[in-house]
């Protein structure tokens, strides 16, 4: 019980008080795979509803994990200011035990009144949506319960710029289908009694750091998984001053809460990959569930910089070779593992790293993990002092075929 307290107070620590926004990631993988994400923003109730919702499952899955094989969870989000007042969040829970189980929670929250709207706030007359709506899902599924369309609410919703979506339990239809069921409504369609605001296209295309490297003398690559976090700029900063890139393996839902981080990788010589969007275990996906994954974190890092990953890290490092097939992207594992979620102490990081490295070594580190940041310059330094170069993912590819050929 002592334990489920601590971690309670923890999240609320971590969500409670924020002046800009952020985003939680907790990544386990010891008897569970957990992958959850979701975002802290400037506002201190919304975040209090967020993250009470989110321990809630966390503890409820771990209360059970131990009665099973290989279980899974994930929390991923969606984020959207839909205008300077209006915050609109939704969280999508996928948990795999002996079943299957998937859920939604949305929160529609007005900063300016303090508030949570429902969707007699948003839309003029929901009640004129009501028979289309009903309509629709009954063609969709054709062995929903009556009595729950009889009475059917719209307490989930999210809105981006072309749609108001709303969410149904497969559970409150009765539908065979264990995916959470949704219906897009075009904005263009409903009468809102709230603005929307449209998103700018900056058209950003940032040039690539060119470097000089001597292909006879030791490389290594520096990698993080997970990223970005709190902790990338500080990681950015250190690189810089050591004059020093690392390829960074990026999950793709948190990406629009550090562009200025992921502009600066590029910039400043050091490579973006893929690491799927929401961190979910790529070998229960199907062939277009992980296509989603690649293809979403794909569009999102060519949004934000111009660049287009040529590389993807698959989490918790499992793949299939039929997965493989699924896409162009070359996966990259590493040869060197830092353990730093693990150990969580410097010196143990330093001596898991030094007593395996070597010329074209392949570290993999993360970077949302404080003691990654503390470990990193002495990382580097004891390198170059050993006289290695440092090259991104990329770049050691093609130094490899050069020295093969």
Known sequence: MKKIIILSLLFFLLTGCSSENDVVSIIEKKHSKIAVNYPVTSNNTLNNEISS???KIYQEFKNEEKNY??????????YKDVNKDIICVGLITEIYTDKEINKIKTFTFDKKNNKFLTMEDVVKDVSALDYVI????LEKY?????????????DYFTIDNENLTLY???????NDNKEII????????????????????DNTYISIKKKNIDYNKKVVA???????????????????????CATFFIVGNKALFYKEELQRMIKEGSEIGNHSYSHKWLNRLSENEFKEEINKTQKVIEDITGFTPKIFRPTYGGYSDKLKTYTDLNFILWNVDSEDWKVKNTNKILNNIFKSVKDESIILMHDNHEYSVKALKEIIDNLKNDGYQFVTVSELLEIQNLRNN
């Open 53 to 55: 919702y989110v321990n």
């Open 69 to 78: 094989q290989n279980p899974e969870l994930n929390i991923s989000y969606t």
């Open 134 to 137: 009903k309509k629709v899902l």
């Open 142 to 154: 054709r062995e929903a319960d009556m009595d729950f369309l009889a009475n059917i609410n719209y």
């Open 168 to 174: 149904f339990s497969p559970a409150e239809l009765k």
């Open 182 to 201: 949704y219906l897009d409504i075009p904005l263009n369609s409903l009468k809102l009694l709230i603005d929307i605001d449209k998103e700018k296209n």
């Open 222 to 244: 520096l990698t993080f998984d997970d990223g970005p976090s709190k902790y990338t700029k500080k990681i950015l900063d250190i690189l810089k001053e050591e004059e020093a």
